[in-house]
């Protein structure tokens, strides 16, 4: 009997006793033997099927030798942390879906996983049910990874589906995915980017082998996105999602951020709707390849955490080398990036070809939407210095 603890017991903890109880025999099937989940973390006891596994002291965990494997859902940093600091000195594998805590310590955790030769996993921490962090280290290691860019948090996306289909203001439409469960109560992390923003950072960690600091990396959510901006750019053939992308740059360096764009409809990326995510990476050798579907929920989130505590335990002694160097140099400003830009101004089609020279004109009625020529973001930010900017995104071209 394998013997494993989670801690704390949320949407993701709860789906992680279900799919372990519910998969057993094909579980069992794998790993040669069952496996059970034996305590659980909690911060207050509540009744209920886990009521008799629950404890709120850590140390049960910690120093019970038949606990081989911890999953922590916890969430946030600091708790987080200290547990999984504590778990892996412990000799324990460590996984998680904790998106803030790999992005932000994801290096140092890694480097104490090698240390005490255990693994620290987390490929639910940022696709949810979506297999691509080890697509992304072992399928394509023979690429070098040039971009990984996608749709990375289903509230947005559900969102802005709703403004696309029914014409929904935002806030009509966040209050529809409050009302399905698909949001919280409190939906800052989603619509401001910041969910998004550490998944990104993830994904450049890994794809480029360099810790991506968190607070460096520009995060822009749908809050400030218009409807009308929504329907002009499905006029004109576009559909607006809100993308994370990491970039190798062409000297060597590496940058990474989070903001709305316009697609090209006939882009994969463009009939990617309601809470799905899809993830492309594109590799020198591969060209781009995309992953797609549920990018959270309660048993898609498990089944990714389950995954990784199967392949912690069939690993011999650990999986192979997984992680970045923790030196974040070599990170440049996003601006320097060269891309079509969306504006709408008030003013005329004069006042945007003096700004931009020739533009291509989406709508003109006393606004005038249009897309720029290929500039740098310093530029598109200059440019338009004198006027009267109404809304602002990158063309994903």
């Not at 639910?124 to 990375?152: F, K, W």
């Not at 949001?183 to 082998?209: N, Y």
């Not at 939407?369 to 994903?396: E, P, W, Y």
């Amino acid at each position: 009997m394998i013997q494993i603890a989670i801690m704390g017991l949320g949407t993701v903890g709860t789906g992680v006793a279900k799919v372990v109880a519910e998969n057993a025999k094909q579980i069992e099937r794998k790993l040669g033997e069952p496996l059970q989940v034996k305590t659980i973390l909690v911060r207050n006891f509540k009744d209920g099927p886990y009521r008799q596994l629950m404890t709120d002291d850590f140390k049960k965990i910690e120093e019970d030798g038949d606990i081989r494997v911890v999953v922590e859902t916890i969430g946030g940093v600091e708790a987080a942390y200290e547990y999984t600091k504590r778990a892996l000195e412990a000799g324990k594998h460590v996984v998680t879906a904790n998106k803030q805590l790999v992005a932000e310590k994801g290096a140092e955790l890694l480097a104490l996983a090698r240390k005490k030769n255990v693994n620290y996993l987390f490929e639910a921490s940022v696709g949810g049910g979506i297999p691509i962090l080890h697509p992304l280290t072992q399928c394509m290691a023979a690429n070098r990874i040039d971009e990984v860019y996608g749709i990375l948090n289903g509230t947005t996306n559900y969102i802005l589906t709703r403004m696309v289909r029914t014409g929904a203001f935002f806030s009509d439409a966040l209050r529809e995915a409050q009302a399905k469960g698909y949001a919280e109560a409190d939906p800052t992390a989603d619509v401001e980017g910041i969910d998004a923003g550490r998944k990104t950072c993830i994904l450049a960690d890994l794809a480029f082998g360099h810790q991506v600091d968190p607070a460096e990396v520009p995060m822009e959510g749908i809050t400030k996105l218009s409807l009308r901006d929504v329907k002009i750019a499905q006029r004109a053939g576009y559909r607006v999602k809100l993308l994370g992308r990491a970039v190798r740059l062409p000297g060597g360096g590496r940058t990474a951020y989070v903001a709305p764009h316009l697609i090209p409809e006939e882009h994969p990326l463009a009939n990617v709707e309601d809470v799905f995510n899809a993830v492309v990476v594109k590799g020198n050798a591969t060209g781009e390849v995309m992953f797609y579907g549920k990018g959270a929920g309660e048993l898609p989130t498990a089944s990714a955490c389950v995954a990784d505590v199967m392949e912690c335990l069939q690993a011999s002694p650990k999986r192979d080398e997984i992680g970045w160097s923790p030196d974040t140099t070599g990170f440049e400003d996003p601006q320097e990036l060269h891309t079509r830009y969306y504006f709408r101004i008030e003013g005329s089609l004069t006042d945007a070809a003096m700004a931009f020279g020739q533009v291509e004109v989406l709508s003109e009625d006393g606004e005038t939407a249009f897309l720029t020529d290929r500039i740098s973001g310093q530029d598109a930010h200059q440019q338009s210095k004198f006027l009267n900017v109404l809304a602002c995104m990158r063309v994903l071209a």
